[in-house]
């Protein structure tokens, strides 16, 4: 029985504003690096995967560059994108139409930001990678550097929370978040090893 260990990091702090930055690529503020740097201290991983925006990609670069480790870039770990949301705050958002955040929030599932990319087809997104990186790196310690709403959506595919509830998991900046699964004659086993803000 090959047990697949899988750390989830979410990137560091980002250059600019808070703001609904899905697929806007800005890169990391200096504090994003050393944020990132401090969590990852110790880490022992076979494989190094990353979302190819630069938030992600330029810290795993630099990981598996100095720890010799492979480095994967996968499209389906990519933050969603928010379409007429991307770089605009919540109060901008609230100027535009003071409903919109509450009706997202509440039932993302049903309610699509203008021209994003709508939550089911972000879920399914995610599942696939998922699928994907198990079938290909089973038995392996893997750490896969990304987004907040990733691993949300994680939580809600291997512990079968709804959208809704994932909104309730904080997931600050450089948050490490392991699970491992295995596969047996009963199925897949999932556990919710650890969720790791600094």
């Known amino acids: 029985m090959q047990q697949t260990v899988v750390d989830f990091l979410r990137h560091g702090e980002v250059k600019g504003a808070a703001c609904f930055r899905g697929i806007t690529d800005d890169p990391l503020s200096e504090l994003g690096w050393q944020q990132m740097m401090q969590q990852c201290q110790g880490g022992q991983w076979q494989v190094i995967v990353s979302s190819p925006l630069r938030r992600c990609l330029d810290f795993a670069s630099h990981l598996a560059l100095t720890t010799h480790v492979e480095l994967v870039t996968e499209m389906g770990?990519?933050?969603m994108n928010f379409g007429d949301w991307e770089g605009l705050t919540a109060a901008q958002i609230g100027q535009q139409?003071?409903?919109a955040l509450h009706r997202f929030y509440s039932d993302p599932v049903s309610f699509t930001p203008p021209r994003a990319e709508s939550y089911p087809r972000f879920i399914n997104r995610i599942a696939t990678a998922w699928?994907?990186?198990i079938e290909m790196y089973s038995?392996?310690?893997?750490l896969v550097v990304t987004h907040a709403g990733v691993i949300r959506t994680i939580y809600t595919q291997l512990l079968h929370l709804s959208a809704r509830h994932s909104f309730q998991i904080e997931v600050p900046h450089a948050c490490l978040t392991r699970f491992s699964c295995f596969d047996d004659a009963n199925g897949r086993f999932v556990q919710l090893n650890f969720h790791k803000p600094l």
């Open 131 to 133: 699928e994907q990186l």
């Open 77 to 79: 770990w990519v933050e």
């Open 139 to 142: 038995g392996k310690n893997l």
């Open 97 to 99: 139409d003071p409903d």
